[in-house]
């Protein structure tokens, strides 16, 4: 089965702080995915990228930036962290192709923001 | 237009009886129609898809319909049981594209 692991799990961090997440997958997905999940707004995308080197804002991007130094792993950088960014945040990887993109997730990180 | 709308947002259902979620989409390219399910504090998971030269899938209880004219696509979940109660997500996907687009979620409650 796909594997993302997604670090930290947990964090609590103080507003203007630097905050980074983390994402590392096996598959060899060339697409990798940062989504934040709120209640009543889903699964909003935030940053993605198709390769190594590459990184693509979403849908809300503003506040966030993104890093994808090799094929497995994409990071999350919250440069100056505010409380509206406490959230649950999904890394995923997946590979479009002309038949379909399935996604697979990480586990998640809650970050929460004072 | 690239949004896909997704209702109920909350569904509550007596176990043993069926539920349906219906998801709308706009870009009539789209080609691929994943649904995944999140339990309570997890993530989500893929539970069937459905791709766009079929009109209806059947899994294990879970029934997908497509119709492209009316670029609608449902789940229905039969004979539901308690560890049906999460979250579930469509999505829409046009071919080779990177984004994959969700519906916001249907909270399902399967009433003992």
């Known amino acids: 089965e796909a594997a993302v692991t997604q670090s930290p799990r947990n964090k609590v961090a103080v507003t203007g702080g630097k905050v980074t997440l983390s994402c590392n997958q096996t598959?060899?997905?060339?697409?990798m995915y940062w989504y934040r999940q709120d209640t009543g707004h889903g699964l909003r995308l935030i940053h993605y990228?198709?390769?190594?080197?590459?990184?693509e804002k979403g849908d809300i991007p503003d506040g966030y930036k993104a890093s994808r130094p090799s094929q497995e792993n994409f990071s999350l950088i919250l440069e100056l962290a505010t409380p509206s960014q406490t959230s649950v945040y999904f890394c995923a990887s997946g590979d479009a192709t002309d038949s379909g993109n399935t996604l697979y997730f990480g586990e998640g990180s809650r970050l929460i923001v004072v | 237009g690239e949004q896909v709308e997704q209702l109920p947002s909350i569904l509550r259902v007596q176990e043993g009886s069926s539920a349906s979620i219906n998801c709308t989409y706009e870009n009539s390219a789209s080609n691929y129609f994943p649904w995944y399910k999140q339990e309570p504090g997890e993530n989500p998971k893929l539970i069937i898809d459905?791709?766009?030269?079929?009109e209806r899938k059947q899994t294990q209880g879970l029934i997908v319909l497509l119709d492209k004219k009316a670029k609608r696509f449902s789940l229905h979940i039969t004979d539901t049981q308690p560890g049906d109660s999460a979250m579930y997500f469509c999505a829409a996907h046009r071919p080779n594209a990177y984004k994959v687009i969700f519906g916001k979620g249907t909270h399902l409650h399967v009433l003992p």
């Open positions: 990228s198709y390769g190594a080197g590459s990184t």
């Open positions: 598959n060899n997905h060339n697409n």
């Open positions: 459905i791709r766009s030269n079929m």
